[in-house]
């Protein structure tokens, strides 16, 4: 079946441009979350949703980066007034649940780099 | 400090070798634990959660000490398709953490 699928792949974008992120989780699942990767770094997480809500948006960097997800489906990662730090893979995961022991499955990352 | 840590490596082995990694993790309430895998440039896979009794999957065991809190990985028999960076994964709250990676090597 479909994994999760992420769009655009790659960006190149301006400092001070906006960027939108598009994530299509697995069908089905409730539980989509959104990290970025800087090169040789770890994962760092950015938010969750259950279903269309966000509980916890501690993660974000800055008020430039705003999530949501409409439908309990698709979600878009906004990056407003891009800066050259947001330059990484942005990955979004998706899982059936939102249960402490359910496996996260990746989508394939939008590489965005910032001039 | 971060929540969790692993050595970054890389550890070069030979094929056939028996390979063992460490995570520390800094919040002893964590609730659960994972081992993924990432290939060079692509998304990262669950390779095995890691249970309080231990677990072991084919070539692969995880065993968790919470007194300690870390958690380990050991791949015995290295193929060369194990080459890879190993993420260790904690849970806590729903939220999860990621360590930076360790990146092993096997070499013919």
């Known amino acids: 079946g479909a994994g999760v699928s992420q769009s655009p792949s790659n960006k190149v974008t301006e400092k001070g441009k906006d960027v939108e992120l598009r994530c299509d989780p697995i069908s089905g699942h409730t539980a989509l979350y959104w990290y970025r990767q800087s090169l040789g770094q770890g994962l760092e997480f950015l938010i969750y949703f259950q279903g269309n809500s966000a509980p916890d948006k501690s993660g974000l960097p800055s008020d430039r980066f705003s999530a949501e997800r409409t439908g309990g489906s698709v979600s878009t990662l906004t990056i407003q007034r891009t800066q050259q730090e947001d330059s990484a893979v942005y990955l979004c995961?998706?899982?059936?649940?939102?249960?402490?022991?359910?496996?996260?499955?990746f989508g394939p990352g939008t590489r965005l780099t910032v001039l | 400090r971060k929540e969790v840590e692993q050595d970054p490596g890389p550890f070069n082995v030979p094929e056939g070798a028996t390979v063992a990694f460490n995570c520390t993790y800094s919040n002893s309430a964590s609730q659960s634990f994972f081992w993924y895998r990432q290939d060079c440039r692509k998304e990262p896979k669950l390779l095995m959660s890691v249970y309080s009794s231990g677990n072991e999957d084919g070539r692969f065991t995880a065993q968790l000490n919470r007194a300690s809190q870390y958690i380990s990985l050991l791949i015995r028999d290295s193929k060369l398709s194990d080459s890879a960076t190993y993420l260790c994964?904690?849970?806590?709250?729903?939220?999860?953490?990621f360590g930076s990676g360790t990146k092993l090597n096997v070499k013919p």
């Open positions: 994964v904690v849970n806590n709250f729903n939220k999860f953490y």
């Open positions: 995961a998706s899982s059936l649940v939102r249960l402490a022991g359910n496996e996260q499955f």
